[in-house]
């Protein structure tokens, strides 16, 4: 498709003039994510933050200085609570063409239509959404493919503990607590966790505000042994005409660090 934009222009003198036309496309999204690169020895977390982003708009943007905003156009309106009728039960069949309502209808199509839409390099923080620009220019085909754009990358340090639940499984789980010391709130999204330069699994990252600590878990810490087994287990009946039985069984929980230095464990 194909547009034509008119302009209405006057002068008082002959001189250069420059234009520019800023318009809204659809069909183009972006996704956060993140990689957590986590240096056990120091104690330090480097996170990535990047976007995906994708667009089919028809056409390719080429040499483009891209900016990426949290604000999310599409759910502009509040939505609006439609009533919930109560009537007698109608158990007759209903054939399945007539089984949803047209208020039911109506409804979902509220919902899909407040369905948030793809959202996220300088950032420029204000009261209500963030706005990233993102250093230099790239390129972005319209192709509807994902493509993947550094936002930043931040370090920060880290409180290094161990949680085990035994009962579940005899591990014991390396743990990093972060405190977020940036300026702009991090969007929530898929999070790629590495321990000393190796993949240790995929997890998801909530939204994260600045001063805000977070859990992240890297892992089984091979380090520390955990056994979990029955120690012992009875069971007795009391009573003559009201009886009662009672069964009690003791666990015991042995846990062996090989660390160097002491680290914390919770059970």
Do not use: C
């Not at 939204?207 to 979990?228: A, C, H, K």
């Not at 029955?230 to 090989?258: P, W």
């Amino acid at each position: 498709a194909s547009f034509t934009a008119v302009v209405d222009l006057f002068v008082r003198a002959p001189g250069a003039v420059e234009l520019r036309l800023i318009y809204q496309v659809t069909d183009v999204g972006w996704q956060p994510l993140y990689d957590a690169r986590l240096d056990t020895e120091r104690g330090r977390l480097v996170i990535e933050q990047q976007a995906s982003v994708s667009q089919s708009t028809g056409e390719d943007w080429s040499d483009v200085a891209l900016k990426l905003s949290t604000s999310t156009p599409i759910q502009g309106d509040l939505p609006v609570l439609g009533p919930w009728r109560i009537d007698v039960l109608d158990d007759r069949p209903m054939p399945m063409a007539e089984a949803t309502s047209a208020f039911d209808k109506a409804e979902v199509r509220s919902l899909r239509a407040a369905a948030p839409a793809p959202v996220r390099a300088d950032a420029v923080v204000g009261a209500f959404s963030a706005r990233y620009d993102v250093r230099g220019t790239v390129d972005i085909p319209a192709d509807g493919s994902s493509h993947r754009v550094l936002v930043d990358r931040l370090e920060e340090k880290v409180t290094l503990h161990a949680e085990a639940v035994p009962k579940l499984q005899p591990a014991a789980w390396l743990v990093a607590d972060l405190t977020y010391g940036g300026e702009a709130p991090l969007p929530a999204g898929t999070i790629d966790l590495f321990r000393d330069g190796s993949f240790v699994g995929s997890s998801w990252l909530p939204r994260l505000s600045p001063g805000e600590t977070r859990r992240l878990s890297f892992g089984v810490d091979d380090r520390i042994d955990v056994d979990y087994r029955l120690d012992t287990g009875m069971r007795s009946s009391e009573g003559i005409i009201s009886s009662y039985e009672r069964s009690e069984r003791h666990y015991v929980i042995e846990v062996v660090s090989h660390h160097r230095e002491p680290i914390e464990l919770i059970v």
